[in-house]
């Protein structure tokens, strides 16, 4: 997602816009001439949104309004055909915060799933750095490679199929390690093997007997500043008759847990 600049707004072909009719019609459309795309509101033509500026109200054939915006890092995270359940933003945004990457860094992360942090991590790194995705399942990379293609950031991720309990990273020396998998503990030693001393290794867990474990390890492999938190999102319902929360909202989603790895004392 390149930031448009002010003369640049246009949209093109191979572009990923978001059509929204509204909050509950909201289309992730990479644009491509010749593409009709339908809902319970009617058809849009995608040859009469390419070359208008990002912003632009078309109409359905059946005369409703849509409008088409520049997506999010989160609605491209959140719109990745998925294999797996995904990193969401809300659990991303916090920890990205708390490390140090950014352009420039090489990161890994495990497992890929379907892309969905994968996505993030290269925009944030672009445009020199790079993202070594490791993941066991072969269909699952495949997958996450034409999602992580979709959102334009190819060039900046390496794909490699291993099992990192067994088989360890052959990257080294990296700015963080991002853990996305069942057994995050099995994967620590080797995160503290390839991560920059000084520098992170995060992970997400659902549950807080994972969260036990892997504290538990990273203690015994030289981290400290250990940190585990939750991140609670919460909607308002904004309404002429009363503002409120909204009744149903994601509640549960993992763990969040951060440490840095020192060089311990001869
Ligand atoms: C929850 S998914 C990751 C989702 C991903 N973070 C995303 O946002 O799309 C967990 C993935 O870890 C992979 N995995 C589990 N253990 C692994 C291991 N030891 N080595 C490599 N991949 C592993 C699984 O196959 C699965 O695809």
């Not at 289309?27 to 070359?51: P, R, T």
């Not at 099992?163 to 390690?177: E, L």
């Not at 308002?236 to 020192?262: C, D, F, N």
Request: aromatic share 8%; net charge neutral.
């Amino acid at each position: 997602m390149s930031n448009t600049p002010a003369t640049g707004n246009l949209i093109r072909a191979g572009d990923l816009v978001l059509i929204y009719l509204d909050a509950k019609r909201q289309f992730l459309v990479q644009m491509a001439s010749g593409l009709k795309l339908s809902s319970d509101h009617g058809a849009m033509d995608i040859d009469s949104i390419i070359g208008k500026p990002f912003g632009y109200t078309g109409t359905t054939h059946l005369g409703r309004p849509f409008y088409c915006l520049k997506p999010s890092l989160s609605d491209i995270m959140l719109k990745v055909k998925r294999m797996t359940t995904i990193v969401y933003p809300k659990d991303l945004g916090y920890l990205l915060l708390e490390t140090s990457i950014g352009p420039g860094a090489r990161v890994i992360e495990v497992g890929t799933g379907s892309g969905a942090l994968t996505i993030a991590l290269a925009k944030l790194v672009a445009r020199d750095g790079v993202v070594y995705s490791y993941e066991r399942r072969d269909e699952f990379v495949q997958n996450a490679k034409k999602n992580v293609e979709r959102a334009g950031c190819s060039e900046h991720v390496e794909f490699r199929v291993c099992d990192v309990a067994a088989d360890g990273f052959s990257d080294k020396d990296v700015d963080a390690v991002f853990i996305d998998v069942p057994e995050p503990w099995a994967i620590v030693p080797h995160a503290a093997d390839a991560v920059k001393s000084g520098h992170y290794v995060v992970s997400w867990s659902p549950n807080v007997e994972q969260v036990r474990r892997t504290i538990d390890v990273l203690k015994e492999h030289h981290f400290v500043r250990i940190s585990a938190h939750e991140m609670i999102l919460r909607e308002l319902l904004v309404r002429t008759q009363g503002t409120r929360p909204r009744e149903r909202s994601i509640t549960h989603t993992a763990y969040l847990v951060k440490a840095q790895k020192i060089i311990p004392l001869e």
